[in-house]
């Protein structure tokens, strides 16, 4: 059974950079495409970023050219590193598993978190100064 956990979040100034990690165990990640998804106090949990089996990443509009995703195969490891930290990336990060990124392969289409699964316990971001 896939098991998730997050791990790499912290306090950080605006401006500031952060690398999280998604440790898999169980299963190997090569079978499922991980999502990086957020959650802020009052919110819902919002998409951020997904890399899929073929190692095709996206991103929601508001990170595009800040963050990265990438994927270690021989650690079963999926990262995230943040960089030009806003106040309003501030939130615990979550990443969890799906069969794709997407509900539907069309253009525009985003992630949705009830497509994910197997999800960690999460780690807060907090982006302040």
């Known amino acids: 059974q896939l098991q998730l956990v997050e791990s790499g979040g912290g306090l950080v100034q605006p401006g500031g950079s952060l690398k999280l990690s998604c440790t898999a165990s169980?299963?190997?990640?090569?079978?499922?495409?991980i999502g990086w998804f957020r959650q802020a106090p009052g919110m819902d949990r919002e998409g951020v970023a997904c890399?899929?089996?073929?190692?095709?990443?996206m991103y929601t509009e508001s990170v595009k050219g800040r963050f990265t995703v990438s994927k270690d195969k021989a650690a079963n490891t999926v990262f995230l590193v943040m960089n030009s930290l806003k106040p309003e990336d501030t939130g615990v990060y979550y990443c969890?598993?799906?069969?794709?990124?997407?509900?539907?392969?069309?253009?525009?289409?985003?992630?949705?978190?009830?497509?994910?699964?197997?999800w960690g316990q999460g780690t807060q971001v907090t982006v302040s100064s």
């Open positions: 969890g598993a799906a069969g794709h990124c997407t509900a539907t392969p069309t253009p525009g289409a985003t992630m949705t978190p009830s497509n994910f699964g197997s």
């Open positions: 169980g299963v190997t990640l090569d079978y499922f495409a």
């Open positions: 890399i899929n089996r073929l190692d095709v990443d």
